[in-house]
């Protein structure tokens, strides 16, 4: 019985370490910083298989290597403990400025 319980442990353990190897090749590795605009994704209500990013909220403090307080805007600047896989970084689009130039190096007709 010793021997196959060994036996067992030896090949979880090895098991165990080819797995970690395999995944922390495509592993990225993400961190924020307090003040930083984030994402969150969340469940729907009704559905709970149906999921969609909200936000921005801000990261109000780093908890671990792997849970944030996040500030969501408009919650009544509510805080909630997230998971880091469960917030991606937001990018702000740029506006959008339409110009009308004229083609005569904004010069107008007739001068």
Not at 72 to 82: R, S, V
Request: include cysteine; glycine fraction near 8%; charged fraction near 30%.
């Amino acid at each position: 019985m010793r021997h196959c319980q060994e036996l067992a442990v030896t090949t979880m353990t090895e098991t165990r370490d080819k797995r970690k190897t395999w995944y922390d090749k495509n592993a990225v590795k993400r961190e924020f910083r307090v003040g930083e605009l984030v994402l969150v994704l969340a469940t729907s209500k009704p559905n709970k298989m149906a999921v969609q990013w909200t936000g921005p909220g801000v990261i109000e403090s780093k908890l671990s290597e792997t849970n944030y307080i996040v500030r969501m805007e408009g919650k009544k600047d509510k805080t909630q403990i997230y998971h880091i896989n469960l917030l991606k970084p937001y990018h702000q689009r740029l506006e959008r400025i339409n110009l009308l130039v004229n083609g005569r190096g904004g010069r107008k007709s007739g001068t």
